[in-house]
């Protein structure tokens, strides 16, 4: 059994802790002034025209994002079943629907950490990308609904709180950063409630969305609403990557230079690689050695999440999603020096290779003892994509580009 706090849940909170070189890396998401490097800084850089890739890299994440968005309201389908029919059968359906929208969301995270449209940051206007109320993590299960020792814990069960978006949306993340309240991770807690078993995901039972029991009907509405939240937020992001609206976000990225599209498109590869897998999501699990520190703790999905966010970088690299098939980043690369692209395929081979060692389910492998198989199996893969993240930043040395990555220690 996992050790649970009796007035606030531990569970899935694992504060990274990565010390930045630069002050001005405090954040994946920089403001950055412009992605080319300059002629001093990029010395001799070949000539070529990218703006295919850069097209075809547009219409990739609308794709991408439009299958989120659909796989998402299949969920929100399988959730109103649910609530319309708690049952066994219900319940599963809604898990497994969840389990299908997240595997394409995770697909869309190799287009962050550039201040595109998922995570831009306006001080002045005070308004930010979708990201954190979309994927927060880590996250205090106990600010929103019941936990193990504490049966009255969370907004779900503070009868003076009205459960709407608006309160919802005013709660999260206020005093502390795992106060989450909406997003993938929060549907999450609430289809499959805390993982308590050293062998699977949670369980929660399905009871809990019968009507009229307890607080069973707040429940209900915390669900369906995090749910329509998780749809909106999607949508718009479908609409700012839709070519065909003049002020949208696609289009001013097909207007950018050739060097500043695809600095944005390479720091988004290196840093999702190396920052936020291999340090963030990997790492800090294993310094920690504590089965609550994965990301998707409670269905026990984190596996998923690491090879789906892999398969988004290389469906970038290669310009394939779904039935958006162009020039990719190896098309360019491959023309301009051929050997660095049998690098970067390479790269990505050996982290996929990797990726497939690891146990399933993922906490398993934080559990295990030091210097096990299942640890230096993890550790590969943070070496797989360190190396992975290295060889694209010798691609953006060969076109003229930053990638700008955080660094760890």
Not at 26 to 32: G, H, L
Not at 204 to 209: K, L, V
Not at 239 to 247: C, F, K, L, M, Q
Not at 348 to 356: E, M
Request: charge should be negative.
């Amino acid at each position: 059994m996992k050790k649970i706090s009796l007035f606030m849940s531990a569970s899935c909170i694992a504060l990274a802790a990565v010390s930045l070189a630069d002050a001005s890396q405090t954040d994946p998401v920089r403001n950055i002034s412009s992605y080319a490097l300059d002629k001093e800084s990029a010395g001799y850089v070949p000539e070529y025209d990218a703006y295919p890739v850069i097209a075809n890299y547009a219409h990739l994440v609308a794709a991408t994002y439009q299958q989120a968005l659909m796989d998402a309201k299949d969920l929100q389908s399988a959730i109103d079943a649910l609530l319309e029919k708690p049952s066994e059968e219900t319940m599963n359906a809604a898990r497994n629907a969840w389990i299908n929208a997240r595997t394409s969301y995770l697909q869309t995270e190799a287009f962050r950490f550039y201040e595109g449209p998922i995570d831009f940051v306006d001080e002045k206007a005070g308004t930010e990308g979708p990201e954190g109320r979309l994927n927060a993590w880590p996250m205090n299960e106990g600010f929103i609904d019941y936990v193990d020792g504490n049966p009255d814990a969370g907004i779900i069960n503070d009868t003076s709180i009205e459960i709407t978006a608006d309160l919802i949306r005013e709660k999260d993340q206020v005093e502390d950063e795992a106060d989450v309240t909406t997003g993938y991770h929060a549907i999450e807690f609430l289809l499959w409630g805390q993982d308590m078993s050293n062998a699977g995901p949670g369980n929660r039972p399905y009871t809990d969305y019968l009507a009229g029991k307890g607080n069973n009907d707040r429940r209900r509405l915390y669900l369906k609403t995090v749910t329509e939240m998780l749809v909106t937020d999607l949508d718009g992001l479908v609409t700012a990557w839709d070519v065909s609206y003049p002020d949208s976000y696609a289009v001013k990225f097909k207007e950018y230079s050739d060097r500043e599209a695809l600095g944005r498109i390479l720091t988004s590869l290196a840093t999702l690689s190396e920052f936020e897998l291999a340090l963030e999501r990997i790492a800090t699990g294993l310094d920690s050695g504590d089965q609550e520190d994965e990301q998707s703790c409670f269905s026990d999905n984190t596996l998923n999440d690491v090879i789906y966010d892999q398969r988004g970088i290389r469906n970038v690299y290669f310009g394939s999603y779904g039935n958006v098939s162009g020039p990719g980043i190896d098309s360019l690369v491959g023309r301009l020096a051929p050997d660095l692209n049998s690098r970067m395929i390479a790269a990505l081979n050996r982290t996929d290779a990797a990726i497939a060692n690891l146990n399933y389910p993922y906490d398993t492998i934080l559990a295990s003892a030091p210097n096990s198989r299942a640890r230096e199996e993890a550790e590969a893969v943070i070496s797989a994509l360190q190396a992975q993240s290295d060889v694209l930043k010798d691609i953006g040395k060969l076109l003229g580009v930053k990638v700008i990555v955080p660094t760890g220690g």
